[in-house]
């Protein structure tokens, strides 16, 4: 499988953006899709994530509430609302049909991986 991020871009912080995933399969709904992100000088951490068929949604603390993850056929979205400094990372969509609920936060889990889009957040 392979994926394509897409949305990236300077924001000033209050703003909005949304991610877009792209793969190259017909359907992503056998698949746990995720978000992670890496900011300049930190450790990949864990963003957002959807389960098999949609039927859950995983945040990461920081940001539940703002962001929003979503699913449709073989697109996966990230809307990113009230952006705050600390979300300027490069995110990178995950995708992996074996894992399992407990897994979902663990970027190792995940086989597939897109290439990294740029958001910056700064006035």
């Known amino acids: 499988v392979q994926l394509q991020a897409s949305g990236g871009g300077l924001v000033q912080p209050g703003g909005s953006l949304r991610l877009s995933c792209t793969a190259s399969?017909?359907?992503?709904?056998?698949?746990?899709t995720a978000w992670f992100r890496q900011a300049p000088g930190k450790e990949r951490e864990f963003v957002a994530a959807?389960?098999?068929?949609?039927?859950a949604t995983y945040y990461q603390e920081s940001v539940k509430g703002r962001f929003f993850i979503s699913r449709d056929k073989n697109t996966v979205y990230l809307q990113m609302n009230s952006l705050k400094s600390e979300d300027t990372a490069v995110y990178y969509c995950?995708?992996?049909?074996?894992?399992?609920?407990?897994?979902?936060?663990?970027?190792?889990?995940?086989?597939?991986w897109g290439q990294g889009t740029l958001v910056t957040v700064s006035s």
């Open positions: 995950a995708a992996d049909s074996r894992i399992i609920t407990s897994s979902a936060r663990d970027g190792d889990q995940y086989d597939y």
């Open positions: 959807v389960s098999r068929f949609g039927s």
């Open positions: 399969t017909r359907t992503l709904n056998p698949y746990y």
